[in-house]
């Protein structure tokens, strides 16, 4: 039979396919797959089959019998469980996270002064003393990011638009961006590479998920993405970056999600910022 080795580890190709196509179809025959292969499903996959194989642990040598695949899919399933979602903003103290009116010229809005709210993150000698919650924005094995956090709505669909960052983004590993038009992912320098969800935030979370191995997944923003995921119970984490100031218009936190339930779990700052880092109790 042919197979893929890998390492010390064999991929039979008839077990490849068998758990590929029942994953994608609605029946476990194969029979009724009205689901598209389009090319993010299959990588989506074929990352999911290496872990699966791998976590179990298969060596050369030993068959892929059934009994093994389902253990496998457990495996996989209790390590999907284990990676925490966690989420970030900078916000002022009435809740707000941009302006109105939010363009390329204008991007946190006409009504907005960015400082207001990150000035902890770049002031001189003021970032220092923030070191752990800077260095804690970044610290995710995979990102999930809004359209607009992608781009303004006039460029972010244009093939030469590649984010607000320069060629080498911050973010140096897999960015899924939630998006209404399909793309072709964008690689960058760095390990950034920005890649394009058509089909919903739970989509985007299982591909996080799958990219990010063993470390967290980040939703980055902007709020009304950050409200999303609260509103359908997907974050475990949310770190607030308060800073002292009213704005009164503009993108709010927790604008249309419900009721939520949470511990504090961390508390410090400075004149400029409050951070608490809050566990959303399920």
């Known amino acids: 039979m042919d197979e893929i080795v890998v390492g010390n580890y064999r991929f039979e190709l008839f077990w490849i396919w068998k758990l590929v196509r029942e994953s994608l179809c609605c029946s476990q025959d194969g ?8 090319i993010q499903a299959i990588i989506f996959w074929i990352m999911k089959l290496l ?3 791998t976590c179990r642990g298969v060596q050369y040598g030993l068959e892929p ?7 496998a899919e457990n495996c996989y399933n209790n390590n999907m469980s284990k990676i925490k979602v966690t989420a970030g903003m900078a ?13 390329f010229e204008k991007p946190f809005g006409d009504n907005f002064d960015s400082d207001l709210l990150d000035r ?5 000698p003021e970032k220092h003393k923030h070191k752990k919650e800077i260095d804690a924005i970044l610290d995710a094995g995979a990102f999930i990011m809004g359209n607009n956090m992608f781009g303004p709505k006039d ?15 911050p973010y140096h590993a897999p960015v899924f961006v939630l998006s209404h038009t399909e793309r072709e992912p964008i690689e960058m320098e760095g390990g950034t590479t920005f890649i394009f969800v ?7 979370l299982s591909k996080a998920k799958v990219a990010a191995g ?12 950050v409200n999303q995921y609260l509103k359908a119970g997907f974050i475990d984490e949310l770190w607030l970056h308060i800073a002292p100031v009213t704005i009164g218009a503009g993108t709010r936190l927790f604008e249309g999600v419900p009721d939520l339930n949470l511990e504090p779990i961390e508390v410090s700052g400075t004149s400029l910022v409050t951070h608490i880092r809050y566990k959303v109790i399920k």
């Open 120 to 124: 902890w993150m770049f002031a001189e």
């Open 198 to 204: 058509t089909d919903g935030i739970e989509s985007a």
């Open 214 to 225: 063993n470390r967290n997944v980040k939703i980055m923003g902007g709020a009304n993405t």
């Open 51 to 53: 872990f699966v194989y």
């Open 65 to 71: 019998k059934a009994d093994i695949l389902i253990s």
């Open 31 to 38: 029979q009724d797959c009205n689901r598209t292969l389009d």
């Open 91 to 103: 916000m002022s103290i009435d809740g707000f996270t941009a302006g109105l009116n939010q363009s």
């Open 155 to 169: 460029r972010r669909d244009k093939p030469e638009w590649k984010g607000w960052w320069d060629d080498n983004p």
